[in-house]
């Protein structure tokens, strides 16, 4: 099987290492792929999406699968497919699922789907009534992006009114915050759940935990994430049963009333308040560094998961997953997430000792190749990843790795998959 991966980042890398393993894949693309996926396959510099399908065709391209969701939400699949080419991502309209929080926050409550209670307004005054009809704290969140600044939990009626106002004047974040979300403040632990659908079946993959903040104890400004591990000992049969029926169910159903089948990967932004999981957010494309942790752990060959995925075949897979722990630690560059640093050389020491050479690897993602070197180019570097039997083993094993790695200003956190150890 040929198969291409369309993005640059690590999660890019990790599906296309898994593939690199997976005997049935006989040769490999990376669009346009990073500095470090050429030790997997080879890059392709094509940026329209109507020449790259025509390299698909002409190069029998058997699959391609689409990582992250600026291609999704300007419709690379539907080119592809128009081109009666196997493409596994959701369709532009099917996107929209994350390309708009107020069609995501609608589509929620449209289909009972539990999710936090919202108004969504550019009207101060019905802002303020709705904010009195909470108990704090009261979540305030700008329509549009922010780059993560957002989101503001605001501690009381007040600060909410005064969240709100500056928003809406237009002050905190220009014409992004001239509409706001205004949310019930949920209580309770934060998991990323990942269904990979066909459009009518879904298998659900072992519940991850992200680490968002920058710094130790979650602390300092949010970023794409920092390291992640799975499966989180925080999730049980009951809590995977539940996400089934209440959640991933009815979005299958509730996008075919649409018109809008979802193939692709549903990443549920859950809240697990009291046994309950709720719905925080929806995105159309598997989690960075998510996905880096999530696929050393798949047993079943790569290829045959994300084919029969994306032909409407999920129903007769029996997808297995190892049965061990993986834990990912991101490294960064000195200055993410304000800006991108200087490009700094990585050297990575020959690594002697058996455990962690077996056990533990690195997948790329901001680095570029230069005369047979790599450099750190900017926001999250690469991640080490361990595998284990157990949590503690496998982030001993990421953080042996991570010593291992040097570059100028390189950037870690020290307490990944903390709350699975506590
Ligand atoms: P969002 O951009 O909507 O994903 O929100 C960013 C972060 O804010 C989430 O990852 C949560 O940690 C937090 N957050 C968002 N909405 C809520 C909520 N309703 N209750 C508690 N925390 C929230
Ligand atoms: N790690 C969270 C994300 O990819 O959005």
Redesign the pocket.
């Known amino acids: 099987m040929r198969v291409m991966v369309i993005g640059s980042g690590g999660r890019e890398f990790a599906i296309g290492r898994v593939l690199k393993q997976d005997p049935a894949v006989t040769k490999l693309y990376f669009a346009p792929g990073n500095g470090a996926t050429t030790m997997l396959g080879e890059n392709v510099s094509i940026k329209d999406y109507g020449e790259l399908a025509q390299f698909a065709l002409d190069n029998a391209i058997d699959l391609t699968i689409v990582g992250p969701e600026g291609p999704l939400s300007e419709g690379v699949v539907d080119v592809f497919k128009a081109k009666n080419l196997v493409i596994f991502g959701p369709s532009k309209a099917a996107a929209q699922l994350e390309g708009s929080k107020v069609y995501m926050k609608n589509f929620l409550a449209k289909n009972g789907i539990p999710t936090?209670r919202y108004l969504e307004t550019d009207h101060i005054g019905d802002a303020f009534k709705f904010i009195e009809s909470l108990t704090p704290p009261v979540?305030v969140?700008a329509d549009g992006l922010c780059a993560g600044k957002g989101?503001i939990?605001a501690m009381s009626h007040e600060e909410a009114k005064v969240a709100v106002s500056e928003m809406l004047s237009g002050k905190a974040f220009g014409d992004a915050g001239k509409r706001v979300v205004i949310?019930?403040?949920?209580d309770g632990y934060?998991l990323s759940m990942f269904a990979l659908c066909d459009g009518k079946d879904f298998i659900l993959l072992p519940a991850a935990q992200d680490h968002?903040r920058l710094l130790d104890n979650d602390e300092g400004p949010?970023t794409g994430g920092m390291g992640a591990y799975a499966p989180t000992p925080l999730v049980d049969d009951v809590i995977y049963e539940k996400v089934k029926d209440r959640i991933v169910r009815p979005t299958l159903k509730g996008m075919q009333e649409e018109g809008a089948p979802f193939e692709g990967v549903l990443f549920i932004?859950l809240?697990i308040v009291n046994g309950e999981p709720i719905t925080?957010?929806f995105n159309v494309r598997f989690g960075d560094p998510e996905c880096e942790i999530l696929m050393p752990l798949l047993k079943t060959p790569a290829s045959e998961l994300f084919y029969k995925a994306a032909t409407k075949q999920l129903d007769t897979l029996n997808v297995e997953f190892h049965d061990k722990f993986a834990v990912g630690v991101v490294m960064a560059s000195r200055d993410y997430p304000y800006s991108n640093s200087e490009p700094a050389e990585i050297v990575v020491d020959e690594i002697h000792h058996s455990e962690i050479a077996e056990n533990a690897h690195i997948a790329y993602a901001g680095v570029s190749a230069e005369d047979g070197k790599l450099y750190a180019t900017g926001g999250r570097v690469l991640v080490c990843v361990g595998v284990g039997e157990s949590i503690k083993e496998a982030r001993d094993r990421a953080y042996m790795l991570c010593g291992q790695v040097h570059y100028a200003g390189k950037k870690l956190r020290t307490d990944i998959a903390y709350q699975a150890l506590r």
Do not use: H, Q, S, Y
């Not at 949310?183 to 949920?186: A, I, K, S, T």
């Open positions: 936090a979540v969140k989101v939990i949310e019930e403040f949920l934060e968002k949010n932004g809240m925080l957010e």
